[in-house]
């Protein structure tokens, strides 16, 4: 079983930053975070695999970065310089293997809400 806890979500003005915490139970190999804003569909932003490779949506590159604490079992979210449009719903995510499908991805938290306002 893998349950998973995402925090630190929140408001911020165009610019700012967050860190997203993903607490984790159980152990599987691939991690990371998609968003779903209103109206659109679930994507992608970032995927850590155990070797530690990375791999980010081209939206976010250079502005976000995942991490992870393998002693806690805590997956992280920096976000930097934020814009509008990075106003969603973020999901922590793990399965067996790193895919970008949503529908294959088994594990999912409860998401929280980031808002970025002009």
């Known amino acids: 079983q893998v349950q998973l806890v995402e925090s630190g979500g929140g408001s911020v003005q165009a610019g700012g930053s967050l860190r997203l915490s993903c607490a984790a139970s159980?152990?599987?190999?691939?991690m990371g975070w998609f968003r779903q804003a209103p109206g659109k569909e679930r994507e992608v932003v970032a995927l850590?695999?155990?070797?530690?490779?990375?791999v980010y949506a081209d939206s976010v590159k250079g502005r976000f970065t995942i991490s992870k604490d393998n002693a806690k079992n805590t997956l992280y979210l920096q976000m930097n310089s934020l814009r509008p449009e990075d106003t969603a719903m973020y999901y922590c995510?793990?399965?067996?293997?790193?895919?970008?499908?949503?529908?294959?991805?088994?594990?999912w938290g409860q998401g929280t809400q980031v808002t970025v306002s002009s």
């Open positions: 995510a793990a399965n067996r293997y790193c895919t970008v499908v949503v529908a294959a991805v088994r594990y």
């Open positions: 850590i695999d155990i070797d530690g490779t990375t």
């Open positions: 159980g152990y599987i190999r691939c």
